[in-house]
């Protein structure tokens, strides 16, 4: 069984985004340098791109629901007074 480097880079970008351990515009400076070293592969840094995606995405969600409960408690606590 071989090594293979770019999905080790890959895959540990992505783990790192979705972790939160790196921003995600360091993730893509991390990619284009890797792209232009010949680390990965073009569609490897749009599967990162995708992933910065999706991040981003469930953040808004998640701030997204967490605005609304608080907007709705609040509403809930005003009409109770």
């Known amino acids: 069984m071989s090594f293979n480097l770019s999905e080790f880079l890959t895959e540990g970008l992505i783990e790192s985004i979705n972790n939160g351990l790196i921003p995600s515009d360091l993730a893509t400076v991390y990619a284009g340098n890797y792209l ?20 981003k995405a469930a953040q808004a969600a ?7 409960s608080a907007a709705a ?9």
Do not use: H, R
């Not at 408690?73 to 007074?81: D, K, L, R």
């Open 73 to 81: 408690s609040g509403a809930t606590s005003s009409a109770a007074e």
């Open 36 to 55: 232009v070293k010949s680390l990965i592969t073009q569609a490897q840094v749009t599967q990162v791109s995708d992933a910065i995606t999706a991040y």
């Open 62 to 68: 998640a701030s997204g629901s967490t605005t609304n």
